[in-house]
């Protein structure tokens, strides 16, 4: 029989019996195990079936779009360049900044380093620091050093363990020139290297003196005499106190056509020019066989 707007043949509503058994609830190990096998998971959806307007496969794992996914490493990748380029700027991360006071170079002992420094510093206007990484720095350093008279020549600025070294060639003094005080301000005695290049005033006791009387320096410290007798004859001395041994006149003078020097108590004649190996060897025969006080001349040889 049918039933009909839910009630039986009879005209009763159609209730629950009391007397059916119920299915008893899953409890314990049944439900625990339905459970593991994904029974009540919810499956996910076919990408095939979204009808969302997503484009199929721009969902990367987790729920972020598949254009997102490279980001942090592109972040990551951003941040370490930023971090090199800044310890090439930055004296914390790259090379240190030095002192100029503390670059490591050769002096002569008749220059004070501190002073030295200090004039280098004065004539270029430099910083008082320096820092090996950037050329500019090495580049206005190396020329600072070159404007000081005594510098001849820098050959080299080096930077190995966190100091910097500098190669740096000094002029010596060779010849001592008298000087008409009425003539110059600064003192009636000078000294020129064997280039005949003028030095910055100094006390060097046992060098060559000129006899000639030559007029004052036409030149700064630095820069030439300006002067053919004292050029010349700083180029003799300086080429006499090189040879093995060296041979140092007390005394040198320009004589027409010649010098006239005084080596080891003897007048020596000498000629034009500076060089000349078979009169070096002549006057060092004569040196030894020649009595004392006695002239040596070697001008035409």
């Known amino acids: 029989m049918s039933r009909l707007n839910g009630k039986s043949p009879s005209g009763e509503e159609d209730?629950?019996?009391?007397?059916?058994?119920?299915?008893?609830p899953e409890t314990g190990k049944k439900s625990r195990a339905k459970r593991k096998n994904g029974s009540s998971k919810t499956q996910p959806a076919d990408p095939k079936n979204q009808t969302d307007g997503t484009?199929?496969?721009?969902?990367?794992?987790?729920?972020?779009?598949?254009?997102?996914?490279?980001?942090p490493a592109l972040l990551g990748m951003a941040f370490i360049l930023c971090l090199a380029w800044f310890g090439t700027r930055n004296p914390a991360f790259?090379?240190?900044?030095?002192?100029?006071?503390?670059?490591?170079?050769?002096l002569p002992t008749w220059l004070n380093r501190v002073q030295f420094l200090d004039e280098v510093r004065y004539l270029s206007s430099l910083p008082s620091t320096v820092d090996p990484s950037l050329k500019e720095d090495l580049f206005h350093l190396k020329a600072g050093l070159g404007k000081h008279p005594w510098v001849r020549s820098v050959d080299a600025l080096d930077f190995q363990n966190e100091a910097l070294t500098a190669k740096v060639q000094f002029r010596t003094p060779v010849l001592e020139v008298g000087v008409d005080p009425d003539k110059t301000t600064r003192g009636n005695t000078r000294f020129v290297d064997e280039a005949g290049v003028l030095l910055p005033v100094g006390d060097f006791p046992g060098l060559t003196r000129l006899?000639?009387?030559?007029?004052?320096?036409?030149?700064?410290?630095?820069?030439?005499?300006?002067?053919s007798v004292v050029e010349g004859g700083a180029a003799l001395v300086g080429w006499l106190t090189r040879q093995t041994p060296p041979l140092r006149p007390a005394a040198i003078e320009g004589v027409p056509g010649a010098w006239r020097l005084q080596i080891q108590g003897h007048p020596v004649f000498w000629g034009s020019g500076t060089d000349g190996p078979s009169r070096l060897a002549f006057l060092r025969l004569a040196l030894e066989s020649v009595g004392q006080n006695l002239p040596i001349d070697v001008s035409g040889k």
């Not at 484009?55 to 980001?71: C, D, K």
């Open 15 to 24: 209730r629950p019996n009391p007397d059916r058994e119920a299915p008893p």
């Open 55 to 71: 484009p199929i496969g721009s969902i990367a794992p987790g729920g972020w779009p598949a254009w997102i996914v490279p980001v």
């Open 94 to 106: 790259g090379p240190k900044v030095i002192p100029l006071q503390q670059i490591q170079i050769a």
């Open 211 to 227: 006899g000639n009387f030559v007029p004052a320096p036409r030149g700064e410290p630095g820069q030439l005499w300006g002067d």
